[in-house]
């Protein structure tokens, strides 16, 4: 079985930064993705970035130019580094990692609230 234990949510003020961490435990021999997605009140959860095991990423054009996601292969840990925020940037971030043969797994989601 795989957690994940997401961290760093909070309240920011629009134009602010804030960053995410999620570690993944449990019998993990590879990993396919990590990725990020949101889901604001009232609207489908949408992927925000994704990052592969050979390093390529993905992002959804409303953060590209302010999200970086990045990845610790040792810790099993991925990162969303968000900066300008915005209002519309509120959502709860849920991690999601893919493990070949095995399939997805979700983190339990981190409040972001970008609000002045």
């Known amino acids: 079985q795989v957690q994940l234990v997401e961290s760093g949510g909070g309240l920011v003020q629009p134009g602010g930064s804030l960053r995410l961490s999620c570690a993944a435990s449990?019998?993990?021999?590879?990993?396919?993705?990590m990725a990020w997605y949101r889901q604001a009140p009232g609207k489908q959860r949408e992927l925000v970035a994704r990052?592969?095991?050979?390093?390529?990423?993905n992002y959804a054009d409303s953060v590209k130019g302010r999200c970086t996601i990045s990845r610790d292969n040792a810790k099993n840990t991925v990162y969303l580094q968000m900066n300008s925020l915005k209002p519309e940037d509120t959502a709860v971030y849920y991690c999601n990692i893919v493990v070949p043969a095995v399939g997805g797994f979700w983190g339990q989601g981190a409040q972001v609230t970008v609000s002045s």
């Open positions: 449990g019998t993990i021999f590879s990993i396919t993705y």
């Open positions: 990052i592969f095991s050979g390093g390529r990423t």
